[in-house]
């Protein structure tokens, strides 16, 4: 365990929009490439994670991002990690 100690984010916490942005677009890419791996639709994935299609829609163009709960669903579901959904690792 690593000794580091984070910052607590809070609501207020400025966060700097390019690199939000580019989270959500490595993201949406990342996750719709495993989605195509798995062989299923929007239509599908959206059952799968009980969300619209408009949603897995949104996620693979960069227009939103998932909540944390659902990111560590779609992690569990594709035996991926949160770091590698979102580009932080290869």
Not at 25 to 47: A, S
Request: charged share 20%; aromatic share 8%; hydrophobic share 40%.
């Amino acid at each position: 365990m690593s000794s580091k100690i984070l910052p607590q984010v809070t609501w207020c916490t400025k966060v700097d929009p390019k690199l939000y942005n580019a989270h959500m677009e490595v993201f949406g890419i990342n996750f719709k490439t495993l989605r195509l791996i798995e062989g299923k639709t929007q239509v599908e994935m959206g059952r799968i994670l009980n969300v619209t299609h408009a949603a897995i829609s949104h996620w693979e163009t960069g227009k939103k991002i998932p909540e944390v709960p659902m990111l560590i669903s779609i992690a569990k579901y594709f035996d991926v990690s949160i770091d590698y959904l979102l580009g932080l690792e290869d």
